[in-house]
């Protein structure tokens, strides 16, 4: 069927793409700037709408050996008093489960699936995109070949730029867009082996909006220890006038530089300097986004995945929305073939609310409630009802979830983003 659509970064969301594409019968080819793809990272929230793409792509099945299917979602006070706890996933009454994964191993999955299915060339590593070009027939992108230095030019129908936060291909169809924006916040992730916490699949967030540290499992409780392994973010704030260091995922930092402002966060249910302690490593993370690119089409090129919309990780929905964009990308494509309409198609479905969602996370999405409760108590309460009535608390996190795309009822009776069998038939 003619050349293959070229996808530039083999993350979670190339890698979708892949396996999308291979579905549809249309042929592939990812290109990764990586000397080789590593289990890099922690944790990840696959939220149901993103655990229902991957059981259509035949993988649910593998998620259980890379994660935890989670239980319940809870923000607790400073003073370690619930604020709100709601159940999620299957007991919440999705059709579909939420995991908590490493995202280096759902990497690996994903790319040992692309492999096994598009076959062992597929995924090309040390080529890094560079640019692209295009003709009203065909689009040719110029890597850089890492490995020797030379430069390489492939042709394809189609480019699907999924090369992340720095995107090459975002970066040539806006010279003009300033670096990634940093608000303030600073994370350090890790993760480390500690007993199990409340249902023992619990996403646990304590503190404010200023300082605060999230906790969940991400490993099965091992029976011989009853440990298992739990992933961790610390988050402070600070002015953003004073500056930080460029984003990058790769940087280890010793936990020294964060764990003073937490020394006494220690609750009889987690004692988070004592856990912190434990981390091989910890990933120093300064929390940036974009603002909402005004389109992320250029003709016969498409940005996906964190290159279209990187947003801040407050509501865990960065690589859920990655896989639905891959899906909802295959589903265009079969409906108007490889052509600049299907792209078209694809941000029609996406670009509006996933850029009103970029804004939404900037203003801490469903942690925005914690600043409500400091204004109206300091944060400080004994009985969270007398501070914010349970229904206000109720409709916030629905809104949330429905911008998100993954409210309950909606999704649940969502038909499938991709047809069962669909292929394209070919135009061009
Ligand atoms: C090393 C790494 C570690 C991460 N760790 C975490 C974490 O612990 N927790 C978390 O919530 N999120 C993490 N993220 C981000 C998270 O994976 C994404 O927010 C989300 O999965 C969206 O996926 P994506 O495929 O759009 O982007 P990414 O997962 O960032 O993937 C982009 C891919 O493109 C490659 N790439 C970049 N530039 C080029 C180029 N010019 N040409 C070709 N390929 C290119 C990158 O190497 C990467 O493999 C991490 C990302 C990376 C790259």
Known sequence: MGEPIIVAGGGIGGLTTALTLHEIGVPVRV??????????????????????????????????????????????????NDVWAEPRGRRAGYRWPQFAVHRGELQMLLLDTVRERCGSNSVIEAHRLRSYEQTAHSVTATFEDRGTGRTVTVEGPLLVAADGLHSAARRQRFPDEVPPLWGGAVLWRGTALG??????????????????????????????????RQNFIA??????????????????????????????????????????????????????DRDPAPTWVDSR??????????????????????????????????????????????????????????????????????????????????????????????AFMARYKAAAGFAVETLNAAPRTLPEGATLTPRS
């Open 31 to 80: 290109f990764e700037s990586s000397m080789a793809i590593r289990p890099l990272g922690v944790g990840i929230n696959l939220q149901p709408n993103a655990v229902r793409e991957l059981t259509d792509l035949g993988l649910a099945g593998r998620l259980p050996d890379i994660g935890v299917e989670a239980e319940e979602w809870a923000l607790v006070g400073r003073n370690g």
């Open 195 to 228: 007993r199990p916490i409340r249902t023992g699949a619990s996403f646990t967030l304590v503190g404010n909006l200023e300082q605060r540290f999230v906790h969940y499992p991400i490993g099965p409780v091992d029976p011989s220890t009853g440990l298992q």
């Open 235 to 288: 988050e402070l704030t600070f002015d953003p006038a004073e500056g930080w260091d460029a984003a990058s995922w790769n940087q280890t930092v010793d936990p020294e530089v964060f764990l003073p402002a937490f020394a006494d966060w220690d609750f009889d249910w987690l004692d988070i300097p004592a856990l912190v302690g434990r981390a091989e490593q910890v990933w120093e993370y300064p929390m940036v």
């Open 301 to 394: 090129v498409a940005l996906l995945g964190d290159a279209a919309h990187v947003m801040y990780p407050v509501g865990s929905n960065g690589a859920s929305q990655a896989i639905v964009d891959a899906r909802v990308l295959g589903a265009s494509l079969v409906e108007h073939g490889l052509t600049p309409d299907a792209l078209a198609a694809y941000q029609d479905r996406l670009h509006e609310d996933i850029s009103a969602l970029v804004l939404r996370n900037r203003e801490a999405g469903p942690v925005a409630i914690l600043g409500k409760v400091d204004e109206r108590c300091g944060g400080v309460f004994d009985d969270i009802d007398d501070v914010i009535p349970r229904a206000e608390v109720e």
